[in-house]
């Protein structure tokens, strides 16, 4: 990673320079109260260009309730930096392995959970038809949606690296 995390914040939009450490984020964050995760130090560490804020699992502790986001004194879209950090992580090749698996079902079958048998005896049995009105059921639309991650790349993203 050449440029500077805290500059490629600030280009999508986030000054996160301006935070003073109140630590109002850590204290309202119901994430941090059963994880070792701590929204200010992930801000600060951004702020000193840490490259390890990527690679860091505990990244992916926020749930994006957005309370840090609206209690944060200066007004910063923490919860929305935090969203933006996930995208530079896996841009960098850090990914869970448990999201990995679901980007490679939605691409396998258009769906993080796709239908299971039983879940389709069920719908019949209230009456429902046995799929719904998604991918699952239209194979070629499923075609098509495999073109657009193909096109964005999406595959390739998530790829093992
Ligand atoms: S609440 Fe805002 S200003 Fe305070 S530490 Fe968190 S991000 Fe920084
Ligand atoms: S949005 Fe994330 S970091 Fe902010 S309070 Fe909720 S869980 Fe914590």
């Not at 070629?140 to 390739?156: G, H, M, N, R, S």
Request: hydrophobic letters at 30%.
């Amino acid at each position: 990673m050449s440029e500077k995390l805290v500059d490629m914040l600030k280009t999508a939009g986030f000054d996160v320079l301006s935070c003073m450490q109140c630590g109002t984020c850590t204290g309202s964050c119901p994430s941090g109260r059963h994880t070792g995760f701590n929204t200010r130090r992930v801000l600060r560490d951004a702020r000193k260009n840490k490259a390890e804020v990527l690679s860091d699992d505990d990244l992916w502790l926020c749930t994006t309730c957005y309370t840090c986001q609206e209690r944060c004194p200066r007004g910063i879209p923490i919860t929305d930096a935090i969203l933006e950090l996930r995208r530079l992580a896996v841009r960098e090749g850090f990914i869970l392995p448990e999201h990995r698996k679901v980007s490679e079902m939605v691409m396998e079958c258009g769906h993080a959970v796709p239908l299971d048998e039983e879940t389709k005896k069920k719908r019949e049995e209230l009456g429902l038809e046995p799929i719904p009105e998604t991918v699952q059921k239209y194979p070629e639309a499923l075609e098509e949606l495999k073109t657009l991650l193909k096109c964005c790349k999406f595959d390739q993203l998530v790829a093992e690296k």
